[in-house]
């Protein structure tokens, strides 16, 4: 008997291609990589931007709580809005002149109609300049004024810091 022939060929095995690796990276994990790099230098560039600008309120804030007398409070509140406004504005501010201007920049309408700086006035005015004092009920009123104004106000917004910053006074020069 013969030997049954075989039908298949002798041919070699077949190698396959490695798989692709990861680099070169292609173009759209370039532009993802740039564009991430990009959104995370805009954030960083954002919060120091936001923490240099509250700087001051923050300072004035954490000083509040040592202040005990009113002149105090209002040397504070002085600082505080020279931090953020143009001195020849605010330097100059008295008496009615200066509550009426702490009023203005706090954006909170109820506080400045009813119970803002100016409603107070006689108050402040008692505080600065009588002999005998605020008594501490008073002295707690103007002090929770203080606070809610370096809360509030600081650091201004465009809109209510246009008249008494230095790029709103060249602007009316032009």
């Not at 013969?2 to 060929?9: I, M």
């Not at 805009?42 to 001051?56: E, G, N, P, S, Y």
């Amino acid at each position: 008997m013969a030997t049954p022939t075989s039908n298949t060929l002798p041919l070699a095995d077949i190698h396959l291609q490695t798989a692709p690796g990861i680099w070169p990276l292609a173009w759209g994990w370039w532009l993802v990589i740039a564009a991430t790099l990009a959104v995370i230098i805009m954030i960083v560039m954002w919060l120091r931007a936001r923490a240099k600008k509250t700087r001051a309120q923050k300072e004035a804030l954490q000083a509040l709580n040592a202040v005990t007398s009113l002149a105090d409070m209002n040397a504070l509140l002085k600082r505080a809005a020279l931090s953020y406004f143009d001195r020849e504005h605010v330097a100059g501010l008295t008496g009615a002149a200066w509550l009426r201007f702490l009023d203005a920049q706090c954006p909170d309408k109820h506080s400045r109609d009813k119970d803002g700086f100016l409603a107070h006035q006689d108050l402040w005015q008692k505080g600065i300049f009588s002999k005998e004092g605020l008594s501490d009920s008073e002295l707690a009123t103007c002090k929770a004024l203080t606070e809610n104004w370096l809360k509030h106000a600081l650091p201004p917004k465009a809109s209510r810091a246009s008249l008494y910053t230095p790029a709103a006074k060249e602007e009316n020069h032009v």
